[in-house]
């Protein structure tokens, strides 16, 4: 039964918001005029700052990649000389009166190559690559919280619009008591306090109006700063789309345990430190590198000539020279250096530790938040039902002479809230969804994402002559 309820709900979290396309271009902000979440998503995934920064550092640790790789390969230098010597007349007398200055010219060129360095090559390649697999978990992870904002800053815009249409329809309902007040007025059945009670009530939905509107387009500055767009501000005439009924599948309670153990095999930020664990492992093995000899093999080919550069073959000479060197002592560097390594790789493996069990916390906080979502929107339905027929008898009671001039007022303000709080419950219902997807990492799924050791066609395997494809 808990396979069954977990598999359900991965099958239904993604329905929530609709499939984004990897690889697929955004939309220009210019020629939307509705915004859907999807959209604003494919956008701010495509513009946000951070992102593009985030590809930066995967860049850069992927360059380190290659810096580590390199060492496997032989060392080449080629060197040029020239210079001019001006000596003295006790030098000139000891050397036989020589031309005076003289031209000196050199040349040469030499190869070295490590042939054994007590595997640090080896550790220092795991190390750089580990980064690389943290670098794109980062990024991912970086992807995971801008989709989250966005959704999150996305849904509490679409509670500002819907306060918005409350407002107005708040307003309406007043106006059109004030007209219906002033009608009675006029042929003597009512009086001039339940005209004015009415305009009161009219001016007060339209100041809730005005506000809704203003907290509507901070709404918005704050949703177009997330999605990278210039100036933090929408193109005229931008809107979003209406905050729609909640759905059968937002109703499905989820099931805590499956969730948190999927979440910790697939949270990018898990994954990263446990990329730091192995980086730091790796650590230890660099540095017990010195504990072993060096073995270097090296070849030089060098000449020089006096008075032109017109070198012939006679003007150069060679070595192969391989060496082997073992450290006696140091002062116990290399300890301390392996020891502070494995310090190292203690505190990557405790700050996993501490990191999934806050991962499990969060998703268990998440789907306590969903279940609750859910109660309170069941409760605020029928309670909006209730109250509108509430009001709607008491309209009909004042109408008629029957109820009185608060009690309609009362009925009316208890109908608005109820509208309200339902559009809260909608909107918290859908932020608390979001947030279990993206505590659990599910939000991702919106882009095809599978972990970047399955996707990543690159060969970073740090032997020589291994290719290398760019992502």
């Given at each position: 039964?808990?396979?069954w309820?977990?598999?359900l709900?991965?099958?239904?979290?993604?329905?929530?918001?609709?499939?984004?396309?990897?690889?697929?271009?955004?939309?220009?902000?210019?020629?939307?005029?509705?915004?859907?979440?999807?959209t604003?998503?494919?956008?701010a995934?495509?513009?946000?700052?951070?992102?593009?920064?985030a590809?930066?550092?995967?860049?850069?640790?992927?360059e380190r990649?290659?810096?580590?790789?390199?060492?496997?390969?032989p060392?080449?230098?080629?060197?040029?000389g020239a210079?001019?010597?001006?000596?003295?007349?006790t030098?000139?007398?000891?050397?036989?009166?020589?031309?005076d200055?003289?031209?000196?010219?050199?040349?040469?060129?030499?190869?070295?190559?490590?042939?054994?360095?007590?595997?640090?090559?080896?550790?220092?390649?795991l190390?750089?690559r580990?980064?690389?697999?943290?670098?794109?978990?980062?990024?991912?992870?970086?992807?995971?919280?801008?989709?989250?904002?966005?959704?999150?800053?996305?849904?509490?815009?679409?509670?500002?619009r819907?306060n918005?249409?409350?407002?107005a329809?708040?307003?309406?309902?007043?106006?059109?008591?004030?007209?219906?007040?002033?009608?009675?007025?006029?042929?003597?059945?009512?009086a001039?306090?339940?005209?004015?009670?009415?305009?009161i009530?009219?001016?007060?939905?339209?100041?809730?109006?005005?506000?809704?509107?203003?907290?509507?387009?901070?709404?918005?500055?704050?949703?177009?700063?997330?999605?990278?767009?210039?100036?933090?501000?929408?193109p005229?005439?931008?809107d979003?789309?209406?905050?729609?009924?909640?759905?059968?599948?937002?109703?499905?309670?989820?099931?805590?345990?499956?969730?948190?153990v999927?979440?910790?095999?697939?949270?990018?930020?898990?994954l990263?430190?446990e990329q730091?664990?192995?980086r730091?492992?790796?650590g230890?093995?660099?540095?017990?590198?010195g504990?072993?000899?060096?073995?270097?093999?090296?070849?030089?080919?060098?000449?020089?000539?006096?008075?032109?550069?017109g070198?012939?073959?006679?003007?150069?000479?060679?070595?192969?020279?391989?060496?082997?060197?073992?450290?006696?002592?140091?002062?116990?560097?290399?300890r301390?250096?392996?020891?502070?390594?494995?310090?190292?790789?203690?505190?990557?493996?405790?700050?996993?530790?501490?990191l999934?069990?806050?991962?499990?916390?969060?998703?268990?906080?998440?789907?306590?938040?969903?279940?609750?979502?859910?109660?309170?929107?069941?409760?605020?339905?029928a309670?909006?039902?209730?109250?509108?027929?509430n009001?709607d008898?008491?309209?009909?009671?004042?109408?008629?002479?029957?109820?009185?001039l608060?009690?309609?007022?009362?009925?009316?303000?208890?109908?608005?809230?109820?509208?309200?709080?339902?559009?809260?419950?909608?909107?918290?219902?859908?932020?608390?969804?979001q947030?279990?997807t993206?505590?659990?990492?599910?939000?991702?799924?919106?882009?095809?994402?599978?972990?970047?050791?399955a996707?990543?066609g690159?060969?970073?395997?740090?032997?020589?002559?291994?290719?290398?494809?760019?992502?």
């Amino acid at each position: 039964m808990v396979q069954w309820s977990f598999w359900l709900t991965m099958l239904l979290l993604p329905l929530l918001h609709g499939p984004l396309a990897a690889g697929e271009a955004p939309p220009d902000i210019r020629t939307v005029r509705v915004l859907d979440l999807e959209t604003a998503r494919r956008i701010a995934v495509a513009r946000n700052p951070s992102l593009s920064a985030a590809a930066d550092r995967v860049t850069q640790a992927r360059e380190r990649v290659f810096q580590a790789r390199s060492a496997y390969w032989p060392r080449v230098d080629a060197d040029l000389g020239a210079s001019r010597v001006w000596r003295s007349d006790t030098a000139l007398a000891a050397l036989g009166n020589p031309e005076d200055p003289e031209d000196f010219f050199t040349a040469g060129i030499g190869a070295g190559w490590t042939l054994f360095d007590g595997f640090e090559r080896k550790f220092r390649n795991l190390s750089a690559r580990y980064g690389l697999e943290e670098s794109r978990e980062a990024r991912r992870d970086a992807r995971r919280l801008i989709l989250s904002s966005v959704s999150l800053a996305y849904y509490n815009a679409q509670l500002q619009r819907a306060n918005i249409a409350i407002s107005a329809a708040d307003e309406t309902f007043n106006r059109r008591q004030v007209e219906i007040a002033r009608a009675r007025e006029r042929v003597g059945t009512g009086a001039l306090s339940d005209v004015l009670n009415f305009e009161i009530q009219a001016n007060t939905a339209r100041t809730s109006l005005i506000l809704a509107r203003r907290d509507y387009q901070a709404a918005l500055y704050g949703l177009a700063a997330l999605m990278g767009l210039p100036d933090a501000a929408f193109p005229p005439g931008t809107d979003l789309a209406e905050l729609a009924a909640v759905s059968p599948d937002e109703m499905h309670p989820p099931d805590a345990e499956p969730l948190v153990v999927y979440a910790l095999g697939h949270r990018p930020d898990v994954l990263q430190g446990e990329q730091a664990v192995k980086r730091a492992a790796s650590g230890v093995g660099e540095a017990r590198a010195g504990l072993y000899p060096d073995v270097d093999l090296g070849g030089f080919v060098d000449g020089e000539r006096t008075g032109d550069m017109g070198f012939r073959e006679e003007d150069f000479g060679g070595s192969l020279v391989m060496t082997f060197s073992f450290n006696l002592f140091e002062g116990g560097n290399t300890r301390a250096r392996i020891r502070e390594a494995e310090a190292r790789r203690s505190e990557a493996s405790h700050l996993l530790s501490n990191l999934q069990n806050d991962v499990a916390a969060e998703v268990r906080q998440a789907v306590e938040a969903v279940l609750l979502s859910q109660e309170q929107l069941v409760l605020q339905q029928a309670n909006a039902e209730l109250v509108q027929q509430n009001r709607d008898l008491v309209e009909k009671e004042y109408a008629a002479g029957q109820a009185s001039l608060v009690r309609l007022n009362e009925a009316q303000r208890d109908f608005t809230q109820a509208q309200s709080r339902l559009a809260l419950a909608r909107v918290a219902l859908r932020q608390s969804w979001q947030n279990l997807t993206a505590a659990t990492g599910e939000i991702l799924w919106d882009f095809g994402e599978d972990h970047p050791s399955a996707s990543n066609g690159e060969d970073i395997s740090g032997r020589p002559g291994a290719s290398a494809g760019n992502n």
